[in-house]
């Protein structure tokens, strides 16, 4: 079966910390893979996706993700996180003809 | 564009009442989605429609709960009559294809208690 899994329910970091938010895909080919952002009481926010090529791809707020079909990973990663990064991220998957599964998604903590 | 509205963004009710939730897709978006979150559960996709008609319903949780989309730029969820499990927030999302290159598009939800 399709599944996206986000292994950390919860990851705290401080600011100026550097971040790595874990994503496990499990397709048959390659999926079409987002990364989502919720704020507290806002709905979900898009910030980034990969389709093909470049295995390492750009996102708002100075976000990153790497696909890695080796470890069918598609890890979100930050350099330095804000305090006002502090949301849960949502990892989600999909293909051409069937609709996106999202991941339980992980809360971040930053501390100051 | 707006993006995806709900309304209302909060509602309170008593059990065993009536409960609408409102849509507005993003115009020219073929497909419309509505989900649940909560903390035991996560994010769960209720119903999902295509060209206003209902294509996979599986996840909504039981005959209580029902949704309808009358046009291309409105959809309803009603829950008939509320309990308490169904406090929850109700999100609903926009897209131009299923499979789609550009991701779903999300409305501000609507935080859901029910008393």
């Known amino acids: 079966a399709q599944s996206v899994t986000q292994p950390d329910i919860h990851i705290t970091v401080s600011e100026g910390a550097s971040l790595e938010l874990r994503c496990n895909y499990s397709?048959?080919?390659?999926?079409?893979l987002f990364w989502y952002v919720q704020s507290p009481g806002q709905g979900l926010q898009l910030l980034l996706k990969?389709?093909?090529?470049?295995?390492l791809v750009q996102g708002i707020k100075g976000f990153e993700a790497e696909f890695k079909r080796s470890q069918s990973s598609f890890n979100l990663r930050k350099p330095s996180v804000h305090w006002s990064d502090a949301a849960e991220y949502f990892c989600?998957?999909?293909?051409?003809?069937?609709?996106?599964?999202f991941g339980q998604g992980t809360i971040l903590t930053v501390h100051p | 564009d707006a993006g995806v509205i709900q309304s209302p963004r909060h509602e309170v009710t008593e059990m065993g009442q009536e409960v609408t939730l409102r849509c507005k897709p993003i115009?020219?978006?073929?497909?419309l989605f509505w989900y649940r979150q909560t903390m035991m559960r996560g994010l769960e996709l209720l119903i999902y429609?295509?060209?206003?008609?209902?294509?996979?319903d599986s996840g909504m949780p039981e005959d209580r709960f029902s949704a309808k989309m009358p046009n291309a730029s409105f959809s309803t969820l009603k829950i008939q009559p509320s309990e308490p499990r169904d406090s929850a927030v109700y999100f609903c999302a926009s897209s131009l294809t299923l499979g789609t290159g550009s991701g779903y598009t999300f409305g501000s939800g609507t935080r859901l208690t029910v008393v």
């Open positions: 115009s020219g978006h073929d497909y």
């Open positions: 429609f295509n060209n206003n008609v209902p294509i996979d």
């Open positions: 397709y048959g080919a390659t999926p079409y």
């Open positions: 990969y389709f093909s090529g470049d295995t």
């Open positions: 989600a998957g999909g293909t051409s003809y069937g609709k996106l599964t």
